[in-house]
């Protein structure tokens, strides 16, 4: 089964980094595209970037190039999120998903999806 | 780049069949079939349910189905089902080489 397992939530105060992660199993890790999406509370899905775990190509939506960092470990399956100084509107549920795609590997759609993190910021 | 625009949101009677739209720009859904829709239970992680404008994965029911006109994509549910109230969303490749989500749907089986 293709699964994707993200860490848990986590409780942060202003101004402090934090590195969430999502572990592959049950495929391929390095040749799929792992994106990253955001939810803040009551709001919708916004795409954030996406990795190549197997050479670490990484794009990044312009709304969040420099405020987040994406890497990738391909030797233990596992994609990272990470903030270097959080913020309170940081606060949010974040989804790691396959991208899955037939002729361009970047291309494509996102199954599946991992069960969420979320990352709470507060004074 | 801006969010894809859905309505807000869409509702029917059980058996009845709903449309909810997603509109977008020549530089996302008008220049790709790289279309797919997301359903979203609360407090859960979303769900593929087309993928490619118009296909169906395996596992998800025949009730869904998807189209593409222009810069519009649509997803319709045929039948309704209580088990469809959720939230839907779509996305699209983009010719800046990123992805855009659509604003979400919420559907309602009243």
């Known amino acids: 089964e293709v699964q994707l397992v993200q860490s848990g939530a986590e409780v942060k105060k202003p101004g402090e980094s934090l590195k969430i992660s999502c572990k592959g199993s049950?495929?391929?890790?390095?040749?799929?595209?792992i994106g990253w999406v955001r939810q803040m509370p009551g709001k919708g899905l916004e795409w954030m970037g996406s990795?190549?775990?197997?050479?670490?190509?990484?794009r990044y939506s312009p709304s969040f190039q420099g405020q987040v960092t994406i890497s990738a470990d391909k030797s233990i399956n596992t994609a990272y999120l990470q903030w270097s100084s959080l913020k309170a509107s940081d606060t949010a549920m974040y989804y790691c998903?396959?991208?899955?795609?037939?002729?361009?590997?970047?291309?494509?759609?996102?199954?599946?999806w991992g069960q969420g993190a979320l990352v709470t910021v507060s004074s | 780049q801006s969010a894809l625009t859905q309505p807000a949101s869409v509702s029917g009677s059980p058996g009845q069949s709903i449309t909810i739209s997603c509109t977008g720009t020549?530089?996302?859904?008008?220049?790709?079939?790289?279309v797919s829709w997301y359903q979203q239970h609360p407090g859960k992680a979303p769900k593929l349910m087309i993928y490619?404008?118009?296909n169906r994965p395996s596992g998800v029911s025949n009730r869904f189905s998807g189209s593409k006109s222009g810069n519009t994509a649509s997803l319709t549910i045929s039948g309704l089902q209580a088990e469809d109230e959720a939230d839907y969303y779509c996305?699209?490749?983009?010719?800046?080489?990123?992805?855009?989500f659509g604003t979400g749907t919420t559907v309602t089986v009243v």
């Open positions: 998903a396959r991208l899955i795609a037939v002729t361009d590997p970047l291309k494509g759609w996102f199954d599946p």
């Open positions: 049950g495929y391929s890790f390095s040749v799929y595209w």
């Open positions: 990795i190549y775990p197997g050479d670490s190509d990484t």
């Open positions: 020549s530089s996302d859904v008008g220049s790709y079939n790289y």
């Open positions: 490619d404008v118009s």
């Open positions: 996305t699209s490749y983009t010719t800046s080489s990123t992805y855009v």
